[in-house]
């Protein structure tokens, strides 16, 4: 077995074992975006919510998918370490995902629980054993986490638009039974599951002590029965989560509260740690307040944009037929792999040269591209025709733009999380990450409803309208955020310390 600092003496760009990760992350993520894409179309279109209900109810799942994310961290940090909580929370994914494959519409929020709960524990675990494939203040660690990003979105591309085709049967119609493509559909992302925890199980021996549990000091039965507490406590809390995800009022009570007790708890750590970890930590609490409004605009994808796909785009690419609501679902994947290595190669260019931005310039340029697509979103009902349809072409190229933001703050702000949070928080923190998407997500939701209620009874041409006026919006309040971010910057840059 490999000690740690062997595996982080690797020779190269990139550490074998985060090939690894990245394609058990892979298909993992193909579950959780072909969820993700298909949540808020059945709700409207199968379990006929209005499109103001729907998007409160997308966006409450999914801020409990992420909330839950802090809660996995925290146990794998105290209890199961990274590969229990990990190999845990995939088992839950899977049974989710077989549950909405048996009945989706008599099981829907019985399915979405057991996947919430589970993606908690796997979620935020796997991406903190990355951080752990490098020593502090390596200059190779952003561009791992890209390389990783790019895994994730390989998943995501494939997932996020096969599974609304299969199920909306624009794929595999003459293999699929018409009252039987939804059923695929969820399915198919148990399956993936199952290859995802495969290849980490064949392959977690290369990590050495990476993710192993710690409490592996105790005596064997204190230990399991920490652990099997810990399992029976996270099937228990499944009919709380049916009840919360099913009634959006308590997630709004959760909300208010998990945020505060978060920082408190963290607080709570920080006694026990330097002046200068302190200010660290500081830092990254910054950094958490704003990816709460980068998600919050980002996360349209799922609510309003995936309405906005579904009524108000043509259906091609480039003279391609593609569906808009998969390519509203997969377009910012792709543009991911298709740029997030030459993203990180650059960034190791730019530290050879000493002149790479530092990681609170890199977040504000992520808010002034998440402007620029938005803005082309707007831009889209100049194109429009006369029954409300514009162009996919364009609004594609507006995830494009937004790539390009996604791509300096998401793999580069959890990059900075391993960096700026010591050894023995790094899972907590890494949750509390995933926990500021999940308030994305929520407000997300919000923002959503809100333009879903100004449309409401309208015309497809006004429609069109409203929720391009709202695209414009969020333009601004980005535009805003990026500015901010850049003119804090040498404050942020003090409170990182020696952290680039």
Partial sequence: MQTIEQIQNFKGKYPKQLWYLFFSEMWERFCFYGMRGMLYFYMVHYLLMDKETANLQYGATQAWVYAFTFIGGLFADKIFGFRKSLFWGGLLMITGSVILAIDPKSFFFVGVSFSIVGTGFFKPNISSMVGKLYKEGDARTDAGFSLFYAGVNLGALIGGY?????????????????????????????????????????????????????????????????????????????????????????????????????????????????????????????????????????????????????????????????????????????????????????????????????????????????????????????????????????????????????????????????????????????????LASAYGQYFAGILGANIAKASKNATNLEKLNTYADGYYQLAIYALIAGIVLIIISPLVKKLMQDVK
């Fill in 162 to 434: 096969v599974c609304i085709a299969i199920g909306k049967g624009e794929m595999l119609t003459n293999l699929i039974p018409d009252g039987l493509k939804w059923n695929v559909a969820f399915g198919l992302a148990a399956v993936v599951m199952v290859i995802s925890l495969l290849t980490f199980t064949q392959t977690q021996k290369s990590l050495g002590e990476i993710g192993l549990s710690p409490l592996l000091h105790l005596e064997s039965s204190k230990r399991k029965f920490y652990e099997w507490a810990t399992y029976a406590g996270s099937i228990l809390i499944i009919p709380i989560i049916i009840v919360m995800v099913s009634n959006t009022v308590y997630t709004d009570y959760f909300m208010y509260a998990i945020g505060p007790i978060s920082i408190l708890y963290l607080a709570y750590e920080m006694r026990g740690f330097s002046i200068v970890q302190n200010k660290k930590l500081i830092a990254a609490v910054i950094f958490m307040l704003f990816s709460v409004v980068f998600w919050a605009f980002f996360e349209q994808s799922g609510g309003s944009l995936s309405d906005f796909a579904a009524e108000n785009l043509d259906s091609t690419v480039l003279g391609i037929p593609l569906d808009p609501n998969g390519v509203n679902n997969s377009a910012n994947s792709f543009f991911v792999i298709a740029f997030a290595s030459l993203i990180g190669l650059v960034w190791l260019w730019m530290a050879r040269k000493k002149i790479e931005p530092n990681t609170i310039i890199k977040f504000g340029l992520a808010f002034l591209f998440l402007a620029g697509g938005f803005w082309i979103f707007y831009y889209t009902k100049f194109f429009a025709d006369a029954s409300g349809k514009t162009s996919l072409d364009l609004f594609t190229f507006g995830w494009f733009i937004i790539t390009f933001g996604e791509l300096c703050l998401s793999p580069i702000g959890m990059s900075a999380m391993t960096k700026l949070s010591p050894q023995k928080t790094q899972a907590v923190i890494m949750g509390m990450w995933f």
